[in-house]
């Protein structure tokens, strides 16, 4: 055993348990005005079965809903209003839980604000994007500041429907309800080993 109460420096990286990380960052990006992001198959292949997205955005329109699309095969799915897509508030137990959807998930239950300080945080887990026998399907949660400025969270989930579980996703995209919309924001993804 060695202790240390100042700096080690090693001629070699350690070997062992430690030194391996299960998370690996792919992206760390500043998001210019846009009306859709979109993480191609540039960083969501088979590289990784399941991948961490933290983005941050604020809209340039209020009461807002931010949403995500899957693409396979380099295309956005609509799977013929059959994703199924969950949001609960944190607090309040306002639930939308909502199968028969063309969006794959719905990332804020009230409208997210414009204003200076408002906008949403999202830390998302998406999982088994290349599986052929289960369906893909994105978790996690949100904060973020409605058009009057009070702070909310969410819990989410959205997937693809049992039946499509055989679809490799290679894309995800994020973008707000109202069509006119443009956000800034930035964004970091991390492929989990």
Request: proline share 3%; charged share 10%.
């Amino acid at each position: 055993m060695a202790i240390s109460g100042g700096t080690v420096t090693f001629s070699n990286a350690p070997s062992g348990l430690g030194n391996s990380s299960a998370i690996v960052k792919i992206l760390d990006e500043t998001i210019s005005s846009t009306g859709m992001y979109i993480l191609n198959s540039t960083y969501i292949n088979s590289t990784y079965d399941s991948y961490i997205i933290q983005i941050e955005t604020i809209p340039s329109n209020d009461t807002n809903y931010f949403y995500s699309d899957a693409y396979v095969g380099g295309s956005v799915v609509d799977s013929g209003n059959g994703y199924s897509r969950y949001v609960r508030e944190i607090g309040s137990g306002d639930v939308w839980n909502s199968p028969g959807q063309s969006e794959f998930c719905l990332f804020n239950r009230n409208g997210v604000g414009n204003a200076t300080g408002e906008g949403i945080t999202v830390n998302a887990l998406l999982q088994n994007v290349n599986s052929t026998t289960r369906p893909a399907f994105i978790t996690g949660m949100s904060g973020y500041w409605d058009t009057g400025g009070v702070f909310r969270a969410a819990n989410f989930g959205g997937g693809f429907p049992a039946t499509s579980a055989s679809s490799v996703v290679n894309g995800i995209n994020f973008y707000y309800s109202v069509s006119s919309t443009t956000f800034t924001g930035s964004i970091k993804l991390y492929g989990v080993k």
